[in-house]
């Protein structure tokens, strides 16, 4: 039987959790592009493909572990914590890919590359599995 109390507390908590998982997201982005040489908006709307695709790994890697998070803690503090230190690993990641492993890569993703962007968004992907798979505690 159908209790509208349990799914009235199940559907605040629920908002709460996607409002906050949301605005973590957003924030992430702007952060990431912030600390990113080149500027996706821009080339975004300018029709460069390889800036969406690198902007979009990195944005599914850090919900990857979002997601893992919701489902493992107890408490928007705890949640809180988790989003900021998966945040930190991915722009870590991207510093560290861009200016020690693949040092062209940002000229690489102003000039349009594909293949520079999937591999930066694979990277980003994989880190964000990793995360994910590292919340379990």
């Not at 997601?67 to 408490?75: K, Q, Y």
């Not at 998966?86 to 594909?114: C, D, H, T, W, Y």
């Amino acid at each position: 039987m159908f209790d509208w109390f349990i799914f009235q507390q199940g559907a605040i908590a629920f908002l709460i959790a996607f409002a906050m998982a949301g605005a973590f997201t957003l924030a992430f982005k702007l952060i990431y592009q912030w600390v990113t040489p080149y500027h996706e908006h821009t080339l975004i709307r300018e029709g460069n493909t390889a800036a969406a695709i690198a902007l979009g790994g990195a944005l599914i890697g850090y919900v990857l572990p979002l997601a893992s998070a919701l489902s493992h803690t107890v408490s928007l503090m705890e949640f809180a914590a988790w989003a900021l230190l998966a945040g930190m690993i991915q722009i870590v990641v991207f510093v560290a890919i861009s200016r020690m492993a693949f040092r062209n890569l940002v000229v690489r993703i102003e000039a349009g590359e594909i293949a520079a962007a999937v591999y930066l968004a694979s990277i980003s992907i994989c880190v964000g599995l990793l995360n994910a798979a590292c919340m379990t505690s």
